[in-house]
């Protein structure tokens, strides 16, 4: 259900109700209820002005410094003392004492890089992540230059007219390229504008959410599990939340490449990387649920962990799935990999289209909050 339609359903009384040994305010009871869907409510509120200041914020891999800048200054606020890894990560303790916990998700996304200019004056992009050029064929974009000049434009193939083409182009990486929104007609014309091989390509998240409650938006992997990490930061700071176990936050900027999670604090005894749940075929997760994930293309996750997650879950009847994602891999896994000795776990909204124009739901990321901040608290 809708947060809003929760919220809704609940009416403050003042009446009384007999009961034996005395009286109860029912409208006491109604009204702490009332409370706490209003909190959900704002919580939920929170988390998806995150989403948006996040995605407006182009953070392909490799280029992240103006998003862990804004991770930095928003757990400040918060009143924390976040820090950043010579790598870019940024590693931020909230609180809490015994059994290590890292809750992991990152801030890196698709995108992509100039590797050549055209004689024509077009861009030869080459990809950052594993990029569908599929997905991103007519969608506007933004070229970030070295020296600080930044540009628009479009991501075609090379012969997008339909009215043109003898027969349609594959979209695959050679046969993309960048337009510029540029009175441009040579590579010296490009080369006048300060763009280069190496530059950024970042393209546009056209993030929204809607009045029914979805979300669609470029890089919900994973900026809405960042965001959903950064509710949970500001419930701790608020009081809302009170932690059973030392809890430590990790954004990471190299996910999509393979190697974000290869460094974590030596004390962490467990970690999870929050990031988005598969919607697909042979799948049980959808978009307004929490999905737990036994295995990726990594193997097996922690069956203990596993299991109490999806405990959890069934307790407080959160709408959850556990499956299987053949084709994917995690910031955890990197941490595996890099000799850490830890129990692992996956968890996240379902997002269907991942690596596409992705869309998600209000409920999914409520369930999986929920999920979260449960878990720090058992």
């Not at 407006?56 to 891999?61: E, F, H, L, Q, Y």
């Not at 290590?100 to 080459?126: E, F, Q, Y």
């Not at 509710?231 to 932690?243: D, F, Y």
Request: net charge negative; aromatic share 6%; with cysteine.
């Amino acid at each position: 259900m809708h947060p809003k339609q929760t919220m809704l359903s609940y009416h403050i009384s003042l009446g009384k109700k007999m009961v034996r040994g005395g009286i109860v305010a029912v409208g006491l009871i109604r009204c702490e209820r009332v409370t706490l869907v209003s909190k959900m409510d704002s919580t939920l509120s929170y988390i998806t002005d995150q989403l948006k200041a996040l995605t407006s914020i182009a953070s392909p891999t490799g280029y992240t410094r103006a998003a862990t800048d804004y991770l930095m200054e928003t757990l400040r606020d918060m009143g924390f003392g976040p820090e950043r890894s010579n790598k870019g990560n940024v590693l931020v303790e909230l609180g809490g004492e015994g059994e290590p916990l890292v809750l992991a998700s990152h801030v890196d996304t698709l995108g992509a890089m100039v590797r050549s200019i055209k004689d024509n004056g077009r861009l030869r992009p080459t990809t950052l992540g594993g990029h569908q050029w599929s997905t991103a064929d007519g969608e506007n974009c933004t070229v970030y230059t070295r020296d600080g000049n930044v540009y628009t434009g479009v991501v075609l193939n090379t012969e997008p007219s339909a009215h043109v083409a003898d027969e349609p182009v594959k979209t695959i990486e050679k046969n993309m390229e960048i337009l510029l929104d540029e009175n441009v007609d040579s590579k010296d014309d490009v080369l006048e504008l300060g763009i280069q091989t190496g530059d950024i390509i970042s393209m546009d998240p056209r993030t929204t959410v809607t009045e029914s409650g979805y979300i669609k938006s470029r890089f919900l992997d994973d900026k809405l599990s960042a965001s959903i990490l950064l509710g949970l930061a500001r419930a701790v700071a608020g009081g809302e939340v009170t932690l059973s176990r030392k809890v430590s936050l990790l954004f990471t900027v190299y996910e999509e490449v393979g190697h974000g999670g290869a460094f974590v604090p030596a004390d962490t005894r467990e970690m999870i990387s929050v990031d988005m749940g598969c919607v697909g075929d042979d799948l049980g997760c959808t978009e307004r649920m929490v999905s737990i994930c036994a295995k990726d293309s990594g193997g097996p996750y922690n069956y203990d962990l596993v299991t109490t997650l999806s405990n959890i879950a069934r307790e407080l009847e959160l709408d959850y799935a556990i499956d299987v994602y053949p084709h994917y891999g995690s910031d955890v896994e990197a941490t595996l990999s890099a000799g850490y000795d830890i129990r692992h776990g996956l968890i996240g909204p379902g997002v269907y289209a991942s690596h596409n124009y992705e869309r998600s739901h209000i409920d999914g990321v409520r369930n999986t909050y929920e999920l979260v901040r449960a878990y720090v608290q058992r």
